[in-house]
């Protein structure tokens, strides 16, 4: 449940505004780890790194993945964002935790460590998981002035729009979400 009153997005989704200029983050959907008055953090839940697999990542970690008797898919790595682009990031599910994890709200956390890594390679990790490498970031007051420029709309987070493989329609899933049709959106923004 969103607290109305609570000014920050910690926890929440930013979907990007058509008015967004940045081509980085055209059309993108941002889980929120952190907002307060130092700044922001989140990780884009809809891009892909198309240059390395979950298999060459662990090879190149030096972490072996072990057969396992159940099926079992590689989770993708995503373009978290443009900063510290070689830094990993695992948001998932709570049913994994451990001292580095942080949690938000009940079902949701985000784990950066290299175990995570190893539990996910011989099936211990989370039930679900997306890792990201790199960032969002936002310094002091800078995603609070692109909201009033209206660069961003936010809701509330969802399972299905994080962790589901449908990457090409998270954008417009996410604008559903609160009653938003992507085909009325304009690129052009006005003030009255």
């Given at each position: ?13 930013l979907i ?161 979400k609160i ?14």
């Amino acid at each position: 449940m969103i607290d109305t009153d609570d000014p920050y997005l910690t926890g929440q989704l930013l979907i990007a505004m058509p008015a967004l200029r940045d081509p980085r983050f055209a059309r993108t959907v941002i889980f929120m780890c952190a907002h307060n008055d130092e700044g922001a953090m989140g990780l884009v839940v809809n891009r892909l790194i198309g240059s390395i697999s979950f298999d060459a990542l662990m090879e190149e970690l030096d972490i072996a993945r072990e057969e396992l008797p159940v099926p079992w898919s590689a989770p993708s790595i995503h373009f978290g964002g443009p900063v510290e682009t070689s830094r990993g990031f695992v948001l998932h599910s709570a049913d994994y935790t451990s001292e580095e994890t942080i949690t938000f709200e009940s079902h949701l956390a985000m784990t950066s460590t290299v175990e995570i890594l190893r539990d996910i390679a011989i099936g211990c990790g989370p039930r679900q998981a997306m890792l990201a490498l790199g960032y969002a970031g936002w310094g002091p007051g800078q995603l609070d002035e692109e909201m009033q420029d209206n660069a961003w709309l936010n809701v509330g987070a969802d399972d299905d729009i994080i962790f589901d493989q449908d990457l090409d329609s998270k954008w417009e899933r996410a604008l559903a979400k609160i009653g938003v049709s992507a085909s009325l959106l304009s690129s052009e923004a006005g003030r009255a």
